[in-house]
């Protein structure tokens, strides 16, 4: 983070974050907007913002935006980190759901991580939850989509169906006016270190998924292929 104590109560930003950015910026070779869905403290918010990308996030945690502690943890607020490395001049917090929210604005790159599964969003149904992300996209603009999926597919009590996936369901929402880039469900489990609302080393199932949304022109639709030269993934 560049500052002792800054980091994320969450770890590391995830690795593939900057290759993500390294491609939007070569794809675009312009200013690009992003959406960070369910923000946090910054851990996916700060390394847009760092390279210049201007973005908006999304976070309804008073803690994790103004600093405070969460069962033990002791969180630095995304507003103290975005004033302390000068970086307001890309960000714009919503202190609000995103998904309850009436946002409209669409941009070039939503970027979605740890949140369709978490406690806040569980009353609201997946698949709308999908539909909010993907209408925030712009034609020609992209999304990426972690998640989680069940380990036990018929268990619907530790692994309810608003917030954890079954396999194969999220490609089957995007429709024909997307292209699935890349879209990886694991089998075998992945271990996350231990974070606030799950304060032991843990394992999940889960996922990914890539896609750009077609242009459109005099409502036909034009189809291209894209391809890239690095492997998406969580």
């Not at 709308?128 to 034609?139: F, G, N, Q, T, Y």
């Amino acid at each position: 983070m560049g500052k002792k104590g800054y980091g994320s109560v969450f770890g590391e930003a995830q690795r593939t974050c900057y290759c993500y950015i390294d491609f939007l910026k070569k794809y675009y070779n312009r200013d690009i907007n992003v959406l960070v869905i369910d923000a946090l403290d910054g851990i996916h918010v700060l390394p847009f913002a760092r390279k210049h990308i201007y973005l908006d996030c999304y976070e309804e945690n008073k803690k994790f935006l103004y600093g405070g502690t969460v069962e033990n943890y002791k969180v630095i607020g995304l507003l103290d980190k975005i004033n302390t490395f000068n970086l307001s001049k890309y960000v714009k917090v919503n202190e609000t759901n995103f998904y309850t929210s009436n946002n409209n604005k669409k941009y070039d790159f939503v970027y979605v991580y740890r949140s369709l599964h978490l406690d806040r969003n569980k009353n609201i149904d997946l698949r709308s939850k999908i539909k909010k992300i993907m209408s925030s996209v712009k034609e020609d603009g992209f999304v990426y989509i972690m998640y989680h999926i069940a380990v036990n597919e018929n268990d619907y009590i530790n692994y309810p169906k608003n917030q954890y996936f079954r396999k194969s369901f999220i490609s089957k929402i995007f429709g024909s006016s997307w292209e699935i880039i890349d879209n990886h469900e694991r089998d075998e489990l992945t271990i996350h270190n231990a974070h606030p609302f799950h304060n032991v080393n843990h394992k999940h199932r889960v996922g990914y998924i890539f896609a750009r949304k077609k242009k459109y022109y005099k409502n036909k639709k034009y189809h291209y292929n894209l391809s890239v030269d690095f492997h998406f993934g969580v």
